[in-house]
């Protein structure tokens, strides 16, 4: 669930469920699955740091909900980055590895953005409004935060700059969850039911946006919340995707994951074959 592709492209972050939750990382030359996390019952979540030494995930151990650091390799300590009485999830490390963006899912207030600077560690709030903001994520120069919002009635997908001040832009026009960026800048892409829709950036000065347009479309795994349940390879060329196992006659009794790569990503490609 939510992989997540090193910053080389090489491995793959992901969290398996068997009798606990934890966070594996797929060589995907090799073809070989590496352990990450070994304490707590819930590990999910893991995002990157961006020179790839380090991954960030949510967990649930003894005490308040936290996020935790931990190389990627798996060796060294466990390092606790902050923690809160209610539910906190890691989303996206800003570029030059100083923040961490994060959703806390507060039972006042609904789901809130919150930074979190690591030289310091004391959260600051982002943005708290009477609707729920979640999936937030990082542009690849760092200067806007792309997230998605309900306060239309529906959730879409809004760009806001960062630090701030400034106001949004809405991206999406017909509904929108789990927006990623093309990590060469020019991108952004977010879901809308089975279609892949992506709209062309620029953000040299003001951030402008195109009309969204379908990329692909197909029949995998939905995220179970707003998260992106899927990836984008460093040079903006290939999808990650989830496939559930098994017809859907069949009712298969459990979910695998399938590393279903595309070989080319063009900018307009044919809905897949059913």
Do not use: C
């Amino acid at each position: 669930m939510f992989p997540r592709i090193s910053p080389d492209g090489k491995d793959v972050a992901v969290g398996i469920t068997e009798e606990e939750t934890q966070i594996w990382s797929y060589d995907l030359a090799r073809e070989t699955l590496t352990r990450i996390t070994f304490g707590g019952t819930l590990n999910l979540n893991a995002v990157w740091s961006p020179d790839g030494k380090n991954i960030a995930f949510r967990s649930l151990r003894e005490g308040p909900d936290g996020i935790y650091s931990q190389r990627a390799d798996g060796g060294g300590e466990l390092q606790a980055l902050t923690t809160s009485e209610h539910t906190i999830v890691p989303m996206s490390w800003s570029p030059d590895g100083q923040v961490l963006v994060f959703v806390e899912v507060n039972p006042a207030t609904g789901f809130d953005l919150w930074v979190l600077p690591l030289n310091e560690r004391k959260p600051r709030l982002f943005l708290q409004t009477p609707f729920n903001e979640s999936a937030p994520r990082f542009s690849p120069d760092g200067h806007w935060l792309a997230y998605v919002s309900n306060e239309s009635g529906r959730y879409e997908i809004y760009v806001q700059p960062y630090p701030g001040p400034g106001g949004k832009l809405q991206i999406s026009t017909d509904g929108g969850i789990e927006p990623v960026w093309n990590p060469m800048g020019r991108e952004l892409f977010y879901r809308s039911g089975n279609k892949m829709m992506v709209v062309d950036v620029a953000s040299q000065t003001n951030f402008a946006a195109s009309k969204p347009r379908v990329l692909f479309e197909g029949r995998f795994l939905p995220t179970p919340a707003t998260s992106p349940n899927y990836d984008v390879s460093p040079d903006g060329q290939r999808f990650l995707m989830i496939k559930e196992a098994g017809s859907e006659q069949e009712g298969p009794t459990q979910i695998n994951v399938v590393f279903n790569w595309f070989e080319e990503l063009k900018r307009r490609v044919p809905p897949a074959k059913k």
